[in-house]
């Protein structure tokens, strides 16, 4: 009898528990947001002289030691007579350059220059000791390796936007109407990006572009681009799997949308985007709209 009571009380309790969380509302899923790590790493381009009057000098371990990362304690050029304080923090930046210096499309090295010069997140640090003309700070973030001449800036929080789901991407959109420009180039100076790739583009706050803007990424057919040897006409001719009885400029032609990104870094003609959704992979020189 014991046993009866005992099974039916816990049927009554687990019915009421199942009855409870079904009524109960449920938390809405978070929204989608870029992390710190890309936010922070994904560097920027300028036209701008970024000030470089605080730089990484040194570090422990430098009779053998050269490059820095995280928990190593660098030294810097900034003390008391500068008014350096023990836990201000800097971010850690350093001008870029493709090290292969090989345009991947005819006009990528022009646009670049036009934007501005590329510059390296290498991390933040935070001032543990301070002496009279140098403080000794500790790498508190990396996103690779500090070394010396490395150019420190006071932190500033950067804004990590939402961004929508990608089921609502319309593949078909119809033309904006808005700036159109390119993906210029990208982190690293990789050439090929896929989602959550961070790519500079050559629009920024002169076009009116802001944080948290989004740019429809595209392309033309039949664009001659590229700095790879190609034929005119290639899609008709190449191969010989058919061929159509009217031969198609890029212009008449639906462009090929690629992808979408969000704006996480903009500077006076260049931003800064994180690509949030990609059907196939994106190259440098596609093309981007404002949304």
């Avoid at 836990?87 to 090290?99: A, N, Q």
């Avoid at 991407?169 to 959550?196: E, I, T």
């Amino acid at each position: 009898m014991r046993a009866r009571i005992a099974v039916l009380s816990l049927s009554v309790f687990l019915g009421g528990a199942v009855s409870s969380a079904r009524s109960a509302p449920q938390a809405a899923p978070a929204a989608p947001q870029i992390d710190f790590s890309t936010v922070n790493c994904s560097g920027f381009v300028t036209d701008q002289k970024v000030p470089d009057e605080i730089r990484l000098v040194s570090g422990e371990q430098s009779n053998y030691k050269i490059a820095f990362a995280r928990g190593d304690y660098v030294h810097i050029k900034r003390g008391q007579d500068k008014g350096v304080r023990v836990g201000d923090r800097f971010s850690v930046v350093r001008p870029d350059k493709d090290p292969t210096d090989v345009p991947w499309f005819k006009w990528q090295e022009k646009l670049l220059k036009a934007m501005g010069t590329p510059y390296l997140d290498a991390g933040q640090v935070r001032v543990v000791d301070v002496q009279p003309k140098v403080s000794v700070a500790q790498v508190i973030f990396s996103c690779g390796y500090m070394q010396r001449g490395d150019i420190l800036q006071p932190y500033q929080d950067r804004l990590a936007p939402v961004f929508r789901d990608s089921a609502a991407f319309d593949h078909f959109a119809p033309v904006s109407g808005k700036p159109v420009a390119m993906v210029v180039a990208g982190k690293d100076y990789g050439q090929v990006f896929g989602k959550l790739s961070a790519v500079y583009v050559n629009l920024g706050t002169n076009q009116g572009v802001k944080v948290g803007d989004y740019f429809r990424i595209f392309r033309y057919q039949g664009s001659l681009a590229e700095t790879v040897p190609q034929n005119k006409g290639y899609q008709y001719s190449m191969y010989g799997f058919g061929s159509a009885p009217t031969r198609f400029e890029w212009n008449d032609l639906p462009r090929e949308i690629l992808g979408e990104g969000i704006v996480i870094n903009v500077s006076r003609n260049s931003s800064t985007m994180v690509i949030t959704f990609s059907s196939i992979e994106v190259y440098a020189g596609d093309y981007i709209e404002i949304e």
